[in-house]
């Protein structure tokens, strides 16, 4: 192999070998504390924590649309059992 040569695969390696250190360093950056990874990782979590925070606010409503729906059931019933009673007389029977 001639000195040329020798050169040029040098000169080829290096620049693999600074390009490979590049790569690293972004990749460190990237993942530290407030690198762009971990600053994705905590937008998603506030994300998520956002939409727990609504999706709880919601049942919360629905339990309480669920309680007041069965509040007036029970009135309902109460109000049926009276007027069934009216119209058949049956808290008026005969005891002999």
Do not use: C, W
């Amino acid at each position: 192999m001639s000195e040329l040569e020798q050169n040029k695969k040098i000169n080829q390696l290096k620049r693999q070998m600074i390009s490979a250190f590049e790569r690293i360093k972004t990749l460190e950056i990237d993942v530290e504390p407030d690198g762009r990874i971990s600053q994705a990782f905590s937008v998603l979590s506030d994300h998520i924590d956002e939409q727990f925070v609504q999706v709880n606010h919601r049942f919360n409503n629905l339990e309480s649309r669920l309680d007041r729906l069965e509040h007036q059931m029970s009135q309902m019933n109460g109000k049926m059992e009276i007027m069934l009673q009216y119209i058949t007389g049956i808290d008026d029977l005969p005891e002999e």
